[in-house]
């Protein structure tokens, strides 16, 4: 029998590779741009087209490359981080595994300009499929241009999987997002098709964060800085009360690269117990700098997953730098004495025998009892001054019992019409209902009784709306009287946009207002809400985004079930007969009256038998 064993191919292994290293597009920037990061780059350009399908350019003013070195590093484990083994527990670069731009270079066409500062001229080298198929000489300005054309262009199979555009795109702004936050003395621009959607000048933390989340983060974020012989935690974390429903706003960096760690996200989440809702989630920019021998990142060919010696202490530190940060918000500022001058402006700075006695005159025969002048009479009753007729008093407080006595009699007479009317309508309809602690609604039936869910009956009742409205286009809109302004990040503005045609069949108003802008003129006039224009649509799209992360569905489902969860009443909200009657039948014309959003039981029926059953002995 032949030997059935072979080495495989470098540009069959590079692709193999690929599918781990090069998941989609966004994979692609966050390897090119820390490539930027490692070779000492200041100012980094990103550049895209068709959500990185068609191009991925990133631009540095890094170190550059030699000729040789510009030709080894599209080789497999080819790295400048590292020499030996032991050098995997030391390092501090973003990239160290070699494998990226191989992996690149196997399922693109990849054009690299490069030069060093100290070169007068630079290289060249045009590769496809792992193939060279041009290298020369080039005149470039000092760093590194790479760009990266036709994603997957050699693996339709991997290309047909890709999502839309605005998905793609919304995934290379996070990983754009979490290098930024973690390199805030390093200038960054982002283009996409041709749209600057990202200018972010050197700054401190605070203001990165700003710069990319929003200003209105501004005054919500509280600083944390912990030192300890184990760790250094530096960041911010985010108000209680701006904490929000999905968790895209929670960056860990250990050693500036992001991670993904639910067990350190569990101790953040732990120091905002009793203060924060079960489904609401604070934001977070968290720095952790650590040795790096305490720690392995070679685990996942992402490098988001880091191995830890010694966990629990991580655990306890973070924990409890948070819950020190919260409590310093929650406490009233000290007094700065330094700054006071109030106090000490009202200490005389002259000397002892200096100082006059001030001198009050007064008339001692004075008596303000006696005038000759009598006051002017009031003519109301109820401001008479002091001493005067007391008779005319007491009477005027007889008139004030009639008065309170009429006004009792006439509200004592409105409640009874009142209810007349209520008994009057329930006569007519045949039916009754109760509402029990304001939360579920109480209805006799023949074989006895049924609890209905009043939350879960309206939010199924607008689900089944919503999803009507979307599929004919038909949502009736209610205009604002005042419009207002809502500025999103980056990445919520491309989710708006995308979603834009979908919301206006639900009966919102929304038009495109500048740069990460759009203005609310008018909101489904189906929904009754306390909320703002600008809350609601807030909560539209955290709501959206959580059901996409959580149960991946359909996009106008996503929004049905969304906008209905939303605008539904809530828990606690006390119901009229009349309210209650319109709820049941809207209910029960439902195709699924039973079953709520999440399947569980709308409605829940009690026999007689069931009843009598618990009197028995």
């Not at 909560?539 to 539904?568: M, P, Q, S, V, Y």
Request: charged share 25%; proline share 4%.
């Amino acid at each position: 029998m032949s030997d059935i064993i072979q080495l495989l191919p470098d540009s069959v292994a590079n692709q193999i590779a690929a599918g781990e290293v090069v998941q989609r597009p966004s994979s692609a920037v966050k390897e090119l741009i820390e490539n930027s990061i490692d070779a000492g780059a200041e100012k980094i350009q990103l550049i895209v087209k068709d959500a990185g399908k068609s191009l991925i350019q990133v631009i540095d003013d890094g170190c550059g490359m030699t000729v040789t070195d510009a030709r080894m590093c599209f080789e497999r484990h080819a790295t400048s981080k590292i020499r030996k083994a032991d050098d995997l527990f030391a390092i501090r670069t973003m990239g160290f595994r070699g494998e990226a731009m191989a992996s690149i270079a196997a399922i693109a066409q990849v054009e690299l300009k490069t030069r060093r500062h100290e070169d007068e001229l630079g290289t060249l080298i045009h590769i496809e499929g792992s193939e060279i198929i041009k290298q020369e000489p080039v005149s470039c300005t000092a760093g590194t241009s790479t760009c990266i054309k036709n994603l997957f262009y050699n693996t339709p199979a991997r290309r047909n999987f890709l999502k839309g555009n605005p998905v793609e795109l919304r995934h290379i702004i996070d990983e754009f997002q979490r290098i930024a936050l973690a390199h805030p003395e390093v200038y960054f621009t982002f283009h996409h098709d041709g749209n600057e959607l990202f200018h972010l000048p050197k700054a401190s933390l605070k203001q990165r964060i700003v710069h990319l989340l929003g200003n209105a983060y501004n005054q919500r974020l509280v600083p944390l800085e912990e030192d300890t012989s184990i760790i250094v935690v530096k960041g911010f974390i985010g108000k209680p009360e701006f904490a929000r429903k999905t968790r895209g706003e929670q960056f860990f960096f250990v050693n500036k690269r992001f991670i993904k760690d639910p067990y350190l996200n569990h101790a953040v989440l732990a120091a905002y117990e009793e203060l924060l809702p079960d489904d609401s989630y604070p934001l977070y920019v968290l720095f952790i700098d650590i040795d790096p021998s305490k720690i392995d990142i070679n685990v996942h060919p992402t490098k988001t997953e880091i191995k830890y010696q010694d966990e629990k202490a991580l655990y306890a530190i973070i924990r409890s730098a948070v819950k020190r940060s919260l409590g310093q918000y929650n406490i009233t500022p000290t007094l700065d004495f330094d700054q006071e001058t109030g106090f000490s402006s009202m200490i005389t700075q002259q000397a002892p025998e200096e100082i006059v006695q001030p001198q009050i005159s007064f008339n001692p025969d004075f008596n303000p009892f006696e005038s000759d002048k009598k006051p002017e009479r009031n003519t109301s009753a109820y401001f008479r001054p002091f001493g005067e007729d007391q008779r005319d008093v007491n009477k005027n407080w007889g008139s004030l019992y009639d008065i309170v006595d009429q006004a009792r009699d006439k509200q004592q007479q409105t409640i009874l019409d009142i209810e007349e009317s209520e008994n009057a309508q329930i006569k007519k309809e045949g039916r009754h209902f109760f509402q029990l602690h304001n939360r579920l609604i109480i209805s006799p039936i023949k074989s006895g009784f049924m609890l209905i869910d009043q939350q879960a009956a309206h939010e199924r009742i607008l689900y089944e709306r919503f999803i009507i409205q979307l599929e004919n286009h038909q949502g009736a809109s209610q205009q604002s009287l005042f419009p207002q302004t809502v500025t999103l990040s980056a990445a919520d503005f491309e989710l708006v946009k995308e979603l834009l045609p979908d919301i206006q069949a639900l009966g919102f108003q929304i038009r495109e207002f500048g740069k990460n802008t759009v203005v609310v003129e008018g909101i489904p006039a189906d929904i009754s809400t306390n909320v703002s224009e600008v809350e609601m649509l807030e909560h539209l799209i955290e709501g959206f985004k959580n059901n996409l992360t959580l149960l991946r569905l359909d996009k106008r489902d996503n929004l049905a079930r969304t906008l209905a969860r939303n605008a539904a009443l809530k828990a606690g909200t006390h119901l009229s007969q009349e309210e209650m009657n319109n709820l049941i039948d809207q209910l029960f014309a439902c195709e699924r009256p039973n079953s709520s959003l999440t399947g569980k039981p709308v409605i829940i029926k009690y026999s007689i038998e069931e009843l009598l059953q618990k009197f028995d002995k």
